[in-house]
């Protein structure tokens, strides 16, 4: 099971859309539908439940896509880490 750590696992950007539940991973999908301006304040309206409902259907494409593909042990769960920088 050391090879599916955190430390050893690679690294993957999700991009959930919320008008229609599309869950990007291209990171060129990602970074055109993310960017903005320096100048563009970044905020986040969303509740906190709603992006805990987010999270746990992202957590689910990733078990049912990447983890099945890779054909991890069982017992082996994705960790899903979020960064946003505020200014």
């Not at 896509?65 to 042990?73: D, I, Q, V």
């Not at 899903?80 to 505020?86: K, Q, V, Y």
Request: proline share 5%.
């Amino acid at each position: 099971m050391e090879d599916f750590s955190t430390e050893n696992g690679p690294c993957q950007w999700y991009l959930y859309k919320m008008e229609n539940g599309n869950i990007f991973e291209e990171v060129s999908e990602v970074i055109t539908s993310v960017q903005c301006s320096v100048k563009e304040p970044r905020k986040c309206t969303n509740e906190q439940e709603t992006l805990i409902e987010i999270r746990g259907k992202v957590l689910k494409h990733i078990k049912n896509s990447y983890l099945k593909k890779m054909e991890a042990p069982v017992g082996i769960k994705p960790k899903l880490l979020a960064w946003m920088e505020i200014n």
